[in-house]
Each structure stands twice: as C-alpha cells, then as structure tokens.
C-alpha cells in the first residue's frame, strides 16, 4: 500500500518547490498520521519534525487543545464570506492580535497564505499613498537575498535568483539593498556594525528616492530561505526611523518569524518598533488550517475610509477569516498563554543549543547561529559537484536517522515544534551531527 501510494502522487501531484525527476533517486515519504514531535509513515517508522512541516507546526501534530477547538468549531461554522458577514472567530482574533501590539496595530486583514499577504500589504501602502495625494510613490524596497513568497508580487519584492530568475520578465523590479546579515562582519566588526552598514544604504536609497518609494519590506531578525541569515535587532530601529523620516511605509514579514519563533511573540519586539504593516502566517494557526493576515495602523485604515467605493480597499480572498482556521489560531494564542510558552522555550532552546555544542567547532562547520528556536549552520565544502547536491543528500540520510531536516543551500537548519523533550532534544542533537559527519565525509 504505501509504495503503491508513492507512485500515484508522483504520477498524479505535482510537489512544491521540488524538480519531481529529483524523485527518481530521493525517496518520496507516504505520511500516515503525526503525534507530536512525530511523523509516521505507513509502515510504523517514524521521523521527527526538525523543521515543523515548513514551520508551521508550532505545538505538535494532533495537538488535542487545537483539535477541540476544531472540533467544536466544525458543529457552528465552517466558513461564511466576510464581505458584508462578520463571525465571532474572526473578531476575537483580530482583537487579540491588535492588543498584543498595544493597539498600535489595529486593523487586521485576511487571506490564506504568508504570499498573499505580502500582496495585500504591498497593494494596501501603494493604494494608500494614493489615496493621501502621493501616487508616486509606486516602488518598493526589499534585502539582498530577500525572500516574501513566489506570486507575481512577492516575487518582485524576492532577491532569490533561484525562485525569481525564470520569470523575470513578469515582474515589477524592486530597490534592493544591502542585508544586515551578521555572517558579512569584515575583521573586527560586530553584528551592530554590520546593521549600521546596512542601514547607511537605505538612507542613501530614501535620500534620493524617497517621493518615489511606498515602502521597504524585510523578514525581521532571520532572513530564512536566504539560508537563516540573522542580524541585530539594531537594524530595524534604524530603519523604523529612516522610514519615519523620510515618509516610507515599513512592512515586516513576520510570516516565518512571529509566533514565537525567535523568542518574542513578534520578531520586531526585540527592537522595540512596531512596523506600519505586519504579515503574519505560518504558525499563526498551529500548522493546521491555512491563514495569513495583515496587521496595519489607525493611519493606513484611515486612508481607505470614505464614501467613495474607488478609494476602498478592494481585494478579496474567498476564504478570508475562514472561522476554522480562526479558532485554530485562537487555540494557538491560547496555549502560549496557558504554557507560558515563551519563557519555557527559553529552557528549551538553551537545552537544544548545549546538546548542539560538538557542532560549534567542528572543522566543516561555519557560522553556527541561533536565534530563539531557530539554529542553524554552514557546511564548508569544497568540491562544487558535492556542494551542489549537499542538500538533497543531507535530507536522504536524515531521513535514515529518524529525522525529517530540509536543508537550504549548504545551510543546516532546525526549526523544532514547541514542544521538544529531554529525550527528543538530546535525539534531534545527536543524530543531526550523526547525519552532518556521514554527509560531509572526511
């Protein structure tokens, strides 16, 4: 049974982001059910989810808190549009989310996926600045090696050739700028000093194209597919103010990196901003239910509110505010709070970084880095033909080890639910540099 399901998805699905005659050789994992931490296949083996299914999975396959919430849930409402239609779901979320950034972001806007909300915000600071008198200002900014998702939109504010490159020429180019990531520290820098350097080059773009720019987006503290590049929150202060100065919107794509993941609820806390659009996704809703959303201010709300159906903000989802994956999100908030999730992964990423330590000085590894419950390093390889297929032969042996780990590039990252345990960290530990020494060679 499961070797014959295996070949009616690679005859009938086709997977994401993957070249599918890759399938040929790396093997394609029919799932049965999750607990936890866990995987299972159909065959009883089991791999544990370093990655947190492309992290989403905040607290844990069949997590019987967000399963209730579901449960519940199905025998009300299952879906009803928003437009003109409003559901208590909906409400309690966006004013959860509006009080845990004080209120300064009140307004809260849905879709489905982190790309189109990345769309939504990118149409919402354009539109508005129409509205205000200011259509000029039709450009926007985004980081080298930026990533915000493969539509039309995203990719244009995206700096990964890799996903752009073959549909170049659909695309509005955007300004790109210098990345803060902390691994281009030359001799005696440090993290701020490159967050200084970086920032230097948006003031010298706003100084000579400010009437022209909207906004400038950036993934906050971890530029992820980027290959887990991270900086100091410095950065961000920096750049609040550079767009409070010269009258840019600032967009942060929080949709990898909020809920928790890099030690604050939100990413931008941790350099006390707050950005005038805020894109959430991802693990909002516990890797359950797709949802993605858009947090923006009093002003930009404002902006849109007239008699005048133009000046309205007419983009639509047909499953915005779906009350599903709503209280699913609801659940998700409910557990930080009852868990007191974010000081416990405090412990918990302290755990995992002592148990990572033998990889800290290993001679094939180069900027070992973590950031909340986020790790990650660099493999050296010299030879190109090997450092070419790193990836794919990492994520097989992992696969050998119990261990579902999805490498970037030469980048080795973990992503972890959670909810890891002594046992689970003290495996995930072992067995990552198990599967980096059987991979790197000698």
Same mark, same amino acid.
């Given at each position: 049974?499961?070797q014959d399901l295996v070949n009616r998805?690679?005859?009938?699905?086709?997977?994401?982001?993957?070249?599918?005659?890759?399938?040929?050789?790396?093997?394609?994992?029919?799932?049965?059910?999750?607990?936890?931490?866990?995987?299972?296949?159909?065959?009883?083996?089991?791999?544990?989810?370093?990655?947190?299914?492309?992290?989403?999975?905040?607290?844990?396959?069949?997590?019987?808190?967000?399963?209730?919430?579901?449960?519940?849930?199905?025998?009300?409402?299952?879906?009803?549009?928003?437009?003109?239609?409003?559901?208590?779901?909906?409400?309690?979320?966006?004013?959860?989310?509006?009080?845990?950034?004080?209120?300064?972001?009140?307004?809260?806007?849905?879709?489905?996926?982190?790309?189109?909300?990345?769309?939504?915000?990118?149409?919402?600071?354009?539109?508005?600045?129409?509205n205000a008198g200011r259509s000029g200002?039709?450009?926007?900014?985004?980081?080298?090696?930026?990533?915000?998702?493969?539509?039309?939109?995203?990719?244009?504010v995206t700096d990964v050739a890799l996903?752009?490159?073959?549909?170049?020429?659909?695309?509005?180019?955007?300004?790109?700028?210098?990345?803060?990531?902390?691994?281009?520290?030359?001799?005696?820098?440090?993290?701020?000093?490159?967050?200084?350097?970086?920032?230097?080059?948006?003031?010298?773009?706003?100084?000579?194209?400010?009437?022209?720019?909207?906004?400038?987006?950036?993934?906050?503290?971890?530029?992820?597919?980027?290959?887990?590049?991270?900086?100091?929150?410095?950065?961000?202060?920096?750049?609040?103010?550079?767009?409070?100065?010269?009258?840019?919107?600032?967009?942060?794509?929080?949709?990898?990196?909020?809920?928790?993941?890099?030690?604050?609820?939100?990413?931008?806390?941790?350099?006390?901003?707050?950005?005038?659009?805020?894109?959430?996704?991802?693990?909002?809703?516990?890797?359950?239910?797709?949802?993605?959303?858009?947090?923006?201010?009093?002003?930009?709300?404002?902006?849109?509110?007239?008699?005048?159906?133009?000046?309205?903000?007419?983009?639509?989802?047909?499953?915005?505010?779906?009350?599903?994956?709503?209280? *699913? /999100? !609801? $659940?998700? #908030?409910?557990?930080? %709070?009852?868990?007191?999730?974010?000081?416990?992964?405090?412990?918990?990423? &302290?755990?995992?970084? *002592? /148990? !990572? $330590?033998? #990889?800290?000085?290993? %001679?094939?590894?180069?900027?070992?880095?973590?950031?909340?419950?986020?790790? &990650?390093?660099?493999?050296?390889?010299?030879?190109?033909?090997?450092?070419?297929?790193?990836?794919?032969?990492?994520?097989?042996?992992?696969?050998?080890?119990?261990?579902?780990?999805?490498?970037?590039?030469?980048?080795?990252?973990?992503?972890?639910?959670?909810?890891?345990?002594?046992?689970?960290?003290?495996?995930?530990?072992?067995?990552?540099?198990?599967?980096?020494?059987?991979?790197?060679?000698?």
């Amino acid at each position: 049974m499961p070797q014959d399901l295996v070949n009616r998805s690679l005859r009938s699905v086709w997977h994401p982001c993957t070249q599918m005659q890759h399938h040929e050789t790396v093997p394609l994992i029919a799932v049965s059910h999750g607990r936890g931490v866990w995987l299972y296949d159909h065959e009883g083996k089991r791999y544990l989810d370093a990655i947190s299914s492309w992290w989403v999975n905040l607290f844990g396959h069949a997590n019987p808190v967000i399963n209730a919430a579901l449960k519940d849930q199905l025998d009300r409402l299952e879906h009803a549009m928003l437009a003109g239609f409003t559901h208590e779901p909906v409400v309690r979320l966006s004013e959860q989310l509006s009080n845990m950034t004080g209120r300064v972001l009140g307004h809260a806007f849905y879709a489905s996926d982190g790309a189109s909300a990345v769309e939504i915000a990118l149409k919402m600071s354009f539109h508005a600045w129409r509205n205000a008198g200011r259509s000029g200002k039709q450009e926007f900014v985004c980081l080298k090696g930026s990533y915000h998702g493969e539509t039309i939109g995203a990719l244009a504010v995206t700096d990964v050739a890799l996903f752009k490159d073959a549909y170049g020429p659909l695309l509005r180019s955007a300004r790109v700028v210098a990345s803060p990531d902390a691994r281009g520290a030359l001799p005696g820098e440090s993290a701020q000093d490159v967050a200084r350097r970086a920032a230097q080059d948006v003031e010298n773009l706003f100084l000579e194209r400010a009437d022209q720019i909207a906004a400038i987006i950036i993934e906050p503290l971890v530029q992820c597919a980027t290959g887990m590049a991270m900086h100091d929150p410095l950065y961000l202060s920096l750049v609040r103010e550079l767009c409070d100065r010269h009258s840019v919107h600032m967009i942060l794509d929080e949709i990898a990196v909020g809920c928790g993941r890099t030690g604050t609820f939100f990413a931008c806390e941790q350099a006390a901003i707050w950005p005038d659009f805020l894109c959430l996704s991802k693990g909002i809703s516990g890797g359950y239910l797709p949802l993605s959303l858009v947090l923006t201010r009093d002003e930009v709300y404002e902006a849109f509110y007239s008699a005048d159906v133009t000046r309205g903000f007419l983009h639509s989802h047909s499953y915005t505010g779906n009350p599903l994956a709503c209280r *699913a /999100a !609801l $659940a998700t #908030l409910q557990i930080f %709070e009852d868990d007191d999730v974010l000081n416990n992964n405090k412990l918990r990423a &302290a755990s995992l970084s *002592a /148990a !990572l $330590a033998p #990889l800290v000085n290993h %001679e094939r590894v180069r900027h070992f880095r973590q950031r909340g419950m986020i790790w &990650a390093f660099d493999a050296v390889e010299a030879d190109a033909a090997r450092a070419a297929t790193f990836s794919r032969r990492f994520f097989t042996s992992a696969l050998e080890h119990e261990l579902l780990l999805r490498p970037i590039g030469r980048t080795v990252y973990l992503m972890p639910p959670y909810i890891l345990n002594d046992e689970e960290t003290s495996a995930l530990a072992e067995r990552t540099r198990l599967v980096f020494e059987s991979v790197i060679g000698p």
